[in-house]
């Protein structure tokens, strides 16, 4: 991910919580890919007249549903009057005042609320303060100056237990043609009775033609050169279905990350040694992003090769890059490694609580996985 930029308080902007570096924010999005289903069922619901006050959108991480929230607010923010009886798209146009206003936070009847930026302490909020639901109060208690009002929470998550039990008062009683539009990742986190005064529409993953168009999109709109063909391949089977997951990687350093590993993985038993103090030096020369990478990507080519071997396959599928390592792994001490794989997950998660040595966790890391792959050798 691309640093956060330090910032001149009396001239720029501050950062925006849930916009990914200097990618396009979701609310510049031209089109949303992928999530055809979702679309009908707004559509319907605005074309019956039967339009919820509140809707939970649901789904992994940077999949789309932020920039899908930002598209039904511009629909029912460009109609000035009734809305029409038949809703073949939400599509509004790029040269329309209500696109223009919405892309640059300017449009009266929209307020989002995210983690706010703490200029003194040049860092995000932990959380959506108490402070940010009294703004919603003001928003909805004031004279409607639009005919429609959309409030979008993103990410409901990011709620403490004040700001939670303050948006709830909101959404109980909430006035005429407002809606609500909550971003979740999490949607067993939230309140229950958040959960049961809003529709829910579940996102899922975008496949592998709507997630190519939407990084090709992306990087065209923030004007950076596309990937290359085979980089591109690579990115698409790391990203899981998610465009910002592949921004990440791409911003992060994600395929040096991952070649590395590869070729970490595939020396065992031996271990590459020289190739282990490179992967941590790739991650100790950018910010805590490229570590927590690092540690997924090893997580994930753990598990997929676990599943290749447990169905019977001698090559892991999901990563051909891979020539050796998955045959390190006997059928037979599958629950060794899966013990293993939960080890891992349980010291990182412990490293980053007590910020303990990052660069020897690495190392143990692989000694472990080199120590077993020795032990089934042996067996």
């Known amino acids: 991910m691309a640093r956060a930029r330090t910032i001149d308080a009396e001239t720029e902007a501050p950062p925006e919580a849930d916009r990914l570096g200097e990618w396009p924010h979701p609310r510049n999005t031209r089109h949303v890919l992928g999530h055809d289903a979702a679309e009908h069922i707004i559509a319907d619901a605005i074309a019956s007249r039967r339009l919820h006050h509140a809707w939970l959108l649901t789904g992994e991480q940077g999949i789309g549903k932020a920039s899908f929230a930002y598209r039904v607010a511009r629909y029912l923010l460009a109609h000035e009057g009734e809305l029409p009886a038949s809703v073949p798209s939400l599509d509004v146009p790029e040269d329309s005042r209500a696109w223009r206003q919405v892309?640059?936070?300017?449009?009266?009847?929209?307020?989002?609320?995210?983690?706010?930026?703490?200029?003194?302490?040049?860092?995000?909020?932990?959380?959506?303060?108490?402070?940010?639901i009294r703004a919603l109060r003001h928003f909805l208690q004031r004279t409607a100056v639009t005919p429609w009002r959309v409030v979008i929470v993103d990410a409901a998550d990011d709620l403490n237990p004040n700001s939670a039990n303050a948006l709830l008062k909101s959404l109980e009683e909430p006035p005429p043609r407002a809606v609500f539009l909550l971003i979740s990742s999490s949607p067993g986190r939230l309140l229950p009775t958040i959960r049961s005064r809003c529709r829910t529409i579940r996102f899922e993953p975008l496949g592998p033609d709507p997630l190519?168009?939407?990084?090709?999109?992306?990087?065209?709109?923030?004007?950076?050169?596309?990937?290359?063909?085979?980089?591109?391949a690579t990115l698409l089977?790391?990203?899981?279905?998610?465009?910002?997951?592949?921004?990440?990687?791409?911003?992060?350093?994600?395929?040096?990350?991952?070649?590395?590993?590869?070729?970490?993985?595939?020396?065992?038993?031996?271990?590459?040694?020289?190739?282990?103090?490179k992967l941590i030096?790739?991650?100790?020369?950018?910010?805590?992003?490229?570590?927590?990478?690092?540690?997924?990507?090893?997580?994930?080519?753990?598990?997929?090769?676990?599943?290749?071997r447990a169905i019977g396959e001698s090559h892991d599928p999901q990563f051909p890059q891979l020539r050796r390592f998955p045959a390190q792994i006997a059928p037979d001490s599958l629950a060794e490694w899966a013990e293993l794989w939960e080890t891992i997950r349980e010291a990182r998660s412990e490293a980053e609580r007590l910020n303990l040595d990052k660069a020897a966790l690495t190392l143990t890391v692989f000694e472990q996985i080199q120590h077993l792959a020795r032990k089934a050798a042996r067996g």
């Open 103 to 132: 892309a640059n936070l300017s449009h009266p009847g929209l307020l989002p609320i995210r983690r706010a930026w703490d200029s003194a302490g040049k860092k995000f909020r932990q959380s959506i303060a108490i402070d940010d």
């Open 212 to 232: 190519r168009r939407a990084v090709l999109a992306a990087s065209e709109a923030a004007e950076h050169d596309p990937p290359a063909d085979a980089q591109l």
């Open 237 to 277: 089977t790391l990203g899981k279905g998610s465009p910002r997951r592949v921004l990440q990687l791409l911003d992060g350093g994600g395929l040096a990350l991952f070649e590395a590993i590869i070729a970490i993985l595939d020396s065992v038993p031996r271990l590459d040694r020289p190739a282990v103090h």
């Open 281 to 308: 030096g790739l991650t100790a020369a950018r910010d805590g992003n490229a570590y927590a990478m690092a540690f997924d990507l090893i997580e994930e080519i753990l598990a997929s090769s676990m599943r290749a």
